[in-house]
């Protein structure tokens, strides 16, 4: 059984800083793309961060210079530090990673946190 935790998400003022950390566990023998995606209330998830295993990084637009996505192959973890964090950031934030669960299987599967709720005030 795949397990990807969430942590690091809380109440925050406008300008403050939090990083979210989401460990994966169970049986899979690789983890290739790890990223992380936010849904706020009446709205479509959308993504926010990803990274390749190498190590390639992506971003949305409205976090591109505020957020920084990274990853520790050695403890199957991915962290997502935000800073300057403004109101329209509220949301819950999920990660999402691409597991290989044996050098049998030819595809990965795509698994998802649980969620972590992150409020920003004003």
């Known amino acids: 059984q795949v397990q990807l935790v969430e942590s690091g998400g809380g109440l925050v003022q406008a300008g403050g800083s939090l990083r979210l950390s989401c460990a994966a566990s169970?049986?899979?023998?690789?983890?290739?793309?790890m990223g992380w995606y936010r849904q706020a209330p009446g709205k479509q998830r959308e993504l926010v961060a990803d990274?390749?295993?190498?190590?390639?990084?992506n971003y949305a637009d409205s976090v591109k210079g505020r957020f920084t996505i990274s990853r520790d192959n050695a403890k199957n973890t991915v962290y997502l530090q935000m800073n300057s964090l403004k109101p329209e950031d509220t949301a819950v934030y999920y990660c999402?990673?691409?597991?290989?669960?044996?050098?049998?299987?030819?595809?990965?599967?795509?698994?998802w946190g649980q969620g972590t709720q992150v409020t920003v005030s004003s």
């Open positions: 169970g049986r899979f023998v690789s983890i290739n793309a």
């Open positions: 990274i390749t295993r190498g190590g390639s990084t």
């Open positions: 999402d990673a691409f597991l290989r669960a044996s050098w049998l299987t030819s595809s990965d599967t795509q698994y």
